[in-house]
């Protein structure tokens, strides 16, 4: 029998262990990913410690140095003057590996259990963060150490990113995915934010602790996703409207709802009815707006992954606050991608239009970035200000790709049904993006010697080149809303 209780009863009582449960699943995934985001961080903000004006510093009275050694204060192998190639070649190790890894990522996530996936990832990447810092206690001065470094860490990192957004994608439905979602993803800016203030602590003293702390944080994460990571859950409303379309199927399975229990829910999640094939890459490539919205977060990532890795330094260099002032001053960047990805998930819940919501914030990111490289620096207020519009117009385009779009294209209706797809289509989205992502810090690292405006010029070339690429599906929306002005508009229930 089902239950004592009247069939009201039971089914309010179920659907709010049932509502319990996507409230923790949420949480956990947030934390997932911030923690791996804290776990990148650091190397933006150890980077001005790495090469620094050595004529502002006291020399140690045991120092061995000769006197009129300017790099006395340098960690060779970056106290040459090429410091910003190498440095750029660090970022670029992990970001190709990335970026590279992240399109293979998303095939063995859809065939493994994420719970495993996650966990061995998280406590891989926990391992080589580490690693990096205890460079500096071994004592390490060899750029092929740091770079294969990174490159480990980049490849691991990338069971991340599928495998939390599938999870979600799992549990959530379309109605209101723009706005949860926008709230969930600000767990990478607060990873980044963590990472910057954990970095700033020991970046001036012993700058190692600055990855240690967070590597060890990280692989702390993994044991406990081991241990309390469920993928999925067959909901009361679910399941219910099954039973309704297959009642001889479902009537005398394992999985049905007779029990809601959550040891009940983590069985059937490890031993659904029906198992659909999982789509090619290829297949995944055919269904509407993956190609456009891929290019375009090609883009939006170059932009939004320059500022991560090099707005520290930019703030050093033209600000000249200290390494900890810079690293601390560059996390409102990231307290306006919070905002700026909650604004776009909210808009385009609203008017049903994720390529127009993108759109526009690009159109504003483009000047609000070139007067931030000229007016931002006259004026702490200036600087907050400016800091925190650009990283909600920036990061909220990028945010909301990354999340609501990739779970709309992953559970597209031309799928029928079919949400293995979810996985591979938000790695491939991910991974495009990753190749920006890439080529942004690479680009920085080759531009800045000539002058920083540059930099911002090819940011802002980068802005208008990903707003172009959403015009054919903007278009699109906008016949959608002439159309049917007024049926497609507004909050949905999930």
């Avoid at 960047?333 to 526009?360: E, H, K, P, Q, W």
């Avoid at 385009?397 to 990354?402: D, E, G, Q, S």
Wanted: a neutral charge.
């Amino acid at each position: 029998m089902r239950s004592s209780l009247a069939p009201g009863v039971w089914f309010l009582r179920t659907f709010s262990r049932d509502s319990w449960f996507r409230g923790f699943i949420l949480l956990l995934t947030f934390f997932i990913y911030t923690c791996y985001h804290m776990s990148r961080k650091p190397i933006s903000v150890v980077k001005s410690r790495l090469h620094q004006n050595c004529s502002e510093l006291v020399k140690p009275v045991n120092d061995s140095h000769s006197l009129n050694d300017t790099t006395w204060c340098d960690w060779a192998p970056f106290d040459k003057n090429n410091y910003k190639e190498l440095l750029g070649a660090v970022d670029n190790a992990f970001l190709v590996a990335y970026a590279i890894g992240m399109f293979i990522s998303g095939i063995f996530g859809e065939r493994l259990p994420l719970r495993y996936y996650l966990s061995a990832g998280m406590l891989l990447s926990g391992l080589f963060t580490s690693l990096f810092g205890l460079g500096y206690f071994w004592n390490i001065h060899m750029l092929w150490y740091f770079v294969l470094i990174q490159i480990c860490n980049g490849l691991v990192q990338t069971t991340g990113w599928p495998s939390v957004v599938t999870c979600v994608g799992n549990w959530f439905g379309k109605g209101k995915r723009g706005l949860i979602m926008g709230i969930w993803n600000s767990h990478t800016s607060v990873g980044n934010i963590l990472g910057s203030l954990i970095a700033g602590v020991w970046v001036n003293e012993q700058w190692g602790l600055s990855f240690v702390a967070p590597g060890a944080v990280t692989a702390a994460m993994g044991v406990i996703t081991f241990l309390f990571l469920i993928e999925w859950l067959l909901s009361v409303q679910d399941g219910l409207e099954q039973n309704q379309d297959n009642a001889e199927d479902l009537g005398n399975g394992p999985c049905t709802n007779k029990e809601s229990s959550l040891e009940s829910a983590a069985r059937c999640s490890k031993e659904p009815s029906v198992q659909p094939a999982a789509i090619s890459f290829l297949g995944a490539l055919r269904i509407p707006g993956v190609v456009e919205f891929s290019l375009c977060l090609l883009f939006a990532k170059l932009v939004s992954y320059t500022f991560l890795y090099w707005l520290p330094l930019y703030i050093f260099n033209v600000a000249h606050f200290s390494a900890k002032q810079a690293g601390d001053l560059s996390t409102l960047f990231d307290v306006g991608g919070i905002m700026g990805g909650i604004m776009a998930g909210l808009i385009s819940d609203y008017t049903n239009g994720r390529a127009t919501t993108c759109c526009i914030m690009l159109i504003l990111a483009a000047p609000m970035m070139f007067l931030y490289n000229y007016i931002g620096q006259n004026g702490i207020t200036n600087s907050i200000v400016m800091l925190i519009i650009c990283g909600a117009l920036v990061n909220g385009p990028y945010a909301l790709i990354t999340t609501a779009v990739s779970a709309d294209l992953g559970t597209h209706q031309s799928l029928k049904g079919n949400a293995k797809a979810l996985s591979t289509v938000t790695a491939i989205i991910d991974g495009t993006g990753s190749i920006g992502a890439a080529l942004g810090p690479l680009l920085a690292g080759l531009i800045s010697p000539t002058g920083w405006n540059n930099v911002f010029y090819m940011l802002i070339s980068a802005d208008i080149l990903a707003c172009l690429l959403l015009c054919r599906l903007v278009y699109k929306e906008i016949i959608a809303w002439k159309s049917s002005p007024s049926r497609d508009r507004g909050y949905k229930e999930i």
